[in-house]
């Protein structure tokens, strides 16, 4: 027999229909349920420990100090500055020196000569200023990372020290050799500073707007290689590094007999036989470096400006050379490129056709190190 289903009443007109409360889900508040704006136990609390951070040994970070990269590294869990401890001592010290000073004065005469006062003020300010600077930052202290202890950030050029490279170059037209062995950076790096100087410069005049605001706080936060107006300031890189040269990238074996004296000229002919490879005295960025070693600061002087004048006349006559070369070729005008044409010969590209003088020889031809079939191993040995 089917269920029975007692009928709802009617209901009378003209009345408002009032639901029942059998059908309605009562809202019971949980025991569990928190505002929306309070967090979990767990972000609290690192809330908490982030604020108190911030008061106690993060304070440091909100104040830092000028000229100081003022990294992670360099602080203590309490928020002291590592290589700031032997200032504190001193300072703790010279308290305690004035205090049993004071102490004991008020015992002495009073009749002082007031010129030995003031000498004894004077030196003793001084020794105060020379004692309560920072010692110089250690590879600990660049270090941004705590857990990162093989990162340790480079120094860059600082404002004075670009606009010192540029100035030389291009007002006083000393060459970018003779910039770099001077103030200690690589002749690319001068290279760069002169060209981005000048395209800054180039927007100044189009009024075009700076990251100047960017730019300091960048710079504030890495080292800097300040200028140095020194006889012989302190290098901002190592400038003599010796670059790879393509030649001795490929596998090679040459024997050589042992009654043999085998030099670096030697070696050079060997790994190329057509264009002699220069050994690594002559081929470092600055060899005049080698030779000036022992010479006095007037020799060293005299000695670079003979090498400028040098590098002058020589450039003086690439350009010459280039203007020759250029008037040969014949220009035709066109809508949007001028076509140049230049003579060739077939000839040009040598017996085995890997001439520099032929055309496409820049394409020329693969190195044979890996090919199946090729003897690395040498079979005579010459004497």
Not at 61 to 89: C, H, Q
Not at 254 to 266: A, M, Q, Y
Not at 285 to 308: F, I, S, Y
Not at 344 to 371: I, L, N, T
């Amino acid at each position: 027999m089917p269920p029975r289903i007692r009928a709802p009443a009617l209901q009378p007109p003209n009345t408002t229909y009032t639901p029942s409360t059998r059908f309605q889900c009562p809202y019971h508040p949980s025991s569990q349920a928190r505002p929306f704006s309070n967090s979990t136990p767990h972000a609290s609390r690192l809330r908490r420990r982030m604020f108190a951070w911030l008061q106690g040994p993060g304070r440091a970070f909100k104040e830092p100090l000028p000229g100081s990269t003022n990294y992670l590294g360099a602080y203590d869990r309490s928020g002291a500055l590592i290589r700031g401890r032997g200032l504190e001592r001193r300072a703790q010290g010279q308290r305690e020196e004035g205090k049993h000073a004071s102490d004991g004065a008020e015992d002495e005469a009073v009749g002082v000569d007031a010129l030995t006062e003031e000498k004894e003020r004077l030196e003793r300010e001084a020794k105060e200023k020379r004692e309560g600077e920072l010692p110089p930052e250690t590879l600990e202290d660049l270090r941004p990372f705590p857990l990162n202890r093989e990162f340790r950030s480079q120094a860059v050029l600082s404002e004075e020290l670009r606009e010192a490279i540029w100035e030389r170059v291009v007002k006083r037209g000393e060459s970018v050799r003779g910039v770099s062995a001077a103030l200690g950076v690589a002749m690319e790096r001068v290279a760069a500073v002169v060209r981005l100087k000048e395209v800054e410069r180039e927007w100044v005049k189009k009024n075009k707007p700076l990251a100047l605001p960017y730019a300091r706080a960048v710079l504030a936060m890495l080292p800097q290689t300040p200028l140095d107006t020194r006889i012989k300031p302190r290098p901002h890189e190592s400038i003599n590094d010796l670059p790879v040269h393509q030649a001795t990238t490929t596998q090679l074996f040459h024997p050589v007999s042992e009654s043999r004296h085998f030099t670096r000229v030697d070696a050079g002919l060997v790994f190329d036989s057509r264009l002699p490879l220069l050994p690594a005295d002559a081929r470092i960025p600055h060899p005049e470096l080698v030779a000036q070693a022992g010479m006095t600061r007037t020799e060293v002087l005299e000695a670079q400006k003979a090498l400028d004048e040098k590098e002058k006349e020589e450039r003086r006559l690439r350009e010459e050379k280039r203007k020759k070369r250029e008037a040969k070729n014949k220009v035709v005008q066109g809508r949007r490129w001028d076509f140049v044409f230049q003579e060739v010969s077939v000839e040009s590209v040598g017996e085995d056709g890997r001439s520099a003088k032929g055309v496409g020889w820049r394409y020329g031809f693969p190195h044979e190190d890996r090919k199946r079939g090729q003897v690395k191993i040498p079979r005579r040995v010459e004497a």
